[in-house]
């Protein structure tokens, strides 16, 4: 049996439940993220109890697959966690931030907070490493295998198998060719998939612009004497980001201009993505051999410290900021915001998703003037995208994983997704590739 306990026709909060072989398996334990409503959701009682639990697999890092963990352990799991060695590394120091984050929230509500740093530490002791394509038994007739998602570093396909049966979690599914990572890999085939849409109605501009868009931009604010204001997503995007900038300085591409790190999870980050080159593809590698900080560059300042971030308002732009959050939900961005969103001569740059109803979605749909901190803030600056830094994979990426496979699956779950996007992809896979697919939603139940 497999349930469909969160992300279905929604982006976040991934959570699907496997049951059979006499085991009961979680894939993902993610935290639904983006407004107050995920808020509620995430304080909602397990539909399961934690402590029946064998065991729970992570296919990465970010907190919409990892950030309910601390919680499903203070509930009474106790069973191995299973991910790849850096998804444990970047899971606990973003499981550590987000405790502190809700613990402060909580405080200043007077409400119990969801989970604590004890909490945290104790999730820390059940994780277990896995390598890619290493089998790893549950029982003795529950197996799974990991294998690269080409998301983020670490990110993994699961496949798991049971009973005779095989069904794979995609997880999030990589954007390649991307700065750093190798891409997806494709599976031979399974029975069934459990496939994300975070972008299954879009298509990303093409991959060859990305690195001239971005060089033009940095020209365009740098010209006017703006600033470039980009919220990150401390893990993958930021890192992404200075090796891109490092590439432009290193080829005398862009101009000297400052550029503030303002993200002490993203400098955390950093340093684990330096422990595990391995992972890198191949021109990744090689720059490696050449160049011994492929993060750091002349001009860079890394800004651990609220007062160091306090200090970039110091410096005359032209300048580039890259603080989080990425949906700018919360964070340093919000105080970088507030001061330069009513400047003309500034641009705000979108590199990741933006969920439906946080700040950075709604600034990027298009509204004038937003809320921030007790603040009402006009937005005058240019606010652009790229969505080919994204770290998801389009509508037809996602097809042509699917249509890759040299096995066809009996049958396909879209999950991860906006309703309309889950939906188009659907309709794509019935269409063009004569597929049994559904879009199941919170609660489903399917009889594999």
Same mark, same amino acid.
């Given at each position: 049996?497999?349930?469909?306990?969160?992300?279905?026709?929604?982006?976040?909060?991934?959570?699907?439940?496997?049951?059979?072989?006499?085991?009961?398996?979680?894939?993902d334990?993610? *935290?639904?993220?983006?407004?107050?409503?995920?808020?509620?959701?995430?304080?909602?009682?397990?539909?399961?109890?934690?402590?029946?639990?064998?065991?729970?697999?992570?296919?990465?890092?970010?907190?919409?697959?990892?950030?309910?963990?601390?919680k499903?352990?203070?509930?009474?799991?106790?069973?191995?966690?299973?991910?790849?060695?850096?998804?444990?590394?970047?899971?606990?120091?973003?499981?550590?931030d987000?405790?502190?984050?809700?613990?402060?929230?909580?405080?200043?509500?007077?409400?119990?907070?969801?989970?604590?740093?004890?909490?945290?530490?104790?999730?820390?002791?059940?994780?277990?490493?896995?390598?890619?394509?290493?089998?790893?038994?549950?029982?003795?007739d529950?197996?799974?295998?990991l294998?690269?998602?080409g998301?983020?570093?670490?990110?993994?396909?699961?496949?798991?198998?049971?009973?005779?049966?095989?069904?794979?979690?995609?997880?999030?599914?990589?954007?390649?060719?991307?700065?750093?990572?190798?891409?997806?890999?494709?599976?031979?085939?399974?029975?069934?998939?459990?496939?994300?849409?975070?972008?299954?109605?879009?298509?990303?501009?093409?991959?060859?612009?990305?690195?001239?868009?971005?060089?033009?931009?940095?020209?365009?604010?740098?010209?006017q004497?703006?600033?470039?204001?980009?919220?990150?997503?401390?893990?993958?995007?930021?890192?992404?980001?200075?090796?891109?900038?490092?590439?432009?300085?290193?080829?005398?591409?862009?101009?000297?201009v400052?550029?503030?790190?303002?993200?002490?999870?993203?400098?955390?980050?950093?340093?684990?993505?330096?422990?595990?080159?391995?992972?890198?593809n191949?021109?990744?590698?090689?720059? *490696?051999?050449?160049?011994?900080?492929?993060?750091?560059?002349?001009?860079?300042?890394?800004?651990?410290?609220?007062?160091?971030?306090?200090?970039?308002?110091?410096?005359?732009?032209?300048?580039?900021?890259?603080?989080?959050?990425?949906?700018?939900?919360?964070?340093?961005?919000?105080?970088?915001?507030?001061?330069?969103?009513?400047?003309?001569?500034?641009?705000?740059?979108?590199?990741?998703?933006?969920?439906?109803?946080?700040?950075?979605?709604?600034?990027?749909?298009?509204?004038?003037?937003?809320?921030? *901190?007790?603040?009402?803030?006009?937005?005058?600056?240019?606010?652009?995208?790229?969505?080919?830094?994204?770290?998801?994979?389009?509508?037809?990426?996602?097809?042509?994983?699917?249509?890759?496979?040299?096995?066809?699956?009996?049958?396909?779950?879209?999950?991860?997704?906006?309703?309309?996007?889950?939906?188009?992809?659907?309709?794509?896979?019935?269409?063009?590739?004569?597929?049994?697919?559904?879009?199941?939603?919170?609660?489903?139940?399917?009889?594999?």
């Amino acid at each position: 049996m497999l349930s469909f306990l969160g992300a279905a026709r929604t982006v976040t909060g991934s959570q699907f439940l496997i049951e059979g072989a006499g085991k009961r398996v979680l894939v993902d334990c993610g *935290m639904a993220q983006g407004s107050r409503i995920a808020e509620g959701i995430n304080q909602k009682p397990f539909s399961f109890d934690p402590a029946s639990l064998d065991a729970v697999i992570i296919t990465h890092a970010h907190i919409d697959h990892t950030g309910k963990l601390p919680k499903l352990v203070k509930e009474g799991f106790r069973g191995p966690i299973f991910c790849t060695p850096p998804t444990k590394e970047f899971a606990e120091i973003l499981l550590r931030d987000s405790a502190s984050l809700i613990w402060d929230e909580a405080q200043n509500r007077g409400e119990t907070p969801l989970f604590t740093s004890q909490d945290v530490e104790e999730t820390s002791g059940l994780f277990e490493t896995v390598p890619y394509h290493e089998r790893r038994e549950i029982g003795s007739d529950f197996s799974f295998v990991l294998y690269d998602a080409g998301h983020v570093l670490g990110s993994a396909v699961v496949v798991v198998e049971i009973e005779g049966k095989t069904i794979a979690f995609s997880g999030d599914l990589g954007n390649p060719p991307t700065p750093l990572l190798r891409p997806t890999e494709i599976l031979e085939g399974v029975d069934y998939v459990v496939i994300e849409s975070t972008y299954g109605g879009r298509l990303h501009e093409p991959h060859e612009e990305r690195s001239k868009k971005l060089e033009t931009i940095i020209d365009r604010v740098i010209a006017q004497k703006g600033v470039l204001l980009m919220p990150i997503f401390a893990f993958e995007k930021a890192q992404e980001i200075l090796f891109e900038i490092n590439k432009f300085v290193e080829q005398k591409k862009i101009p000297h201009v400052p550029v503030f790190m303002d993200s002490p999870l993203a400098i955390d980050a950093t340093s684990i993505y330096e422990k595990y080159p391995e992972y890198y593809n191949s021109e990744a590698r090689k720059l *490696m051999l050449r160049d011994d900080d492929p993060f750091g560059f002349p001009g860079l300042a890394v800004c651990r410290t609220p007062q160091e971030s306090k200090k970039i308002n110091d410096v005359a732009a032209p300048k580039i900021i890259i603080a989080g959050s990425g949906m700018m939900t919360g964070g340093r961005v919000l105080h970088h915001a507030i001061r330069y969103l009513p400047d003309p001569n500034s641009i705000l740059l979108f590199v990741g998703y933006q969920a439906a109803g946080s700040l950075g979605r709604r600034i990027f749909d298009g509204a004038r003037s937003v809320r921030i *901190m007790d603040k009402n803030v006009p937005v005058n600056c240019l606010v652009k995208g790229l969505g080919a830094y994204s770290s998801h994979a389009d509508q037809d990426g996602l097809a042509m994983w699917i249509d890759n496979m040299k096995k066809r699956p009996v049958k396909i779950f879209v999950t991860h997704g906006e309703e309309a996007s889950a939906l188009a992809l659907r309709q794509r896979l019935r269409d063009d590739l004569g597929l049994d697919v559904e879009a199941p939603f919170v609660g489903d139940r399917a009889a594999l």
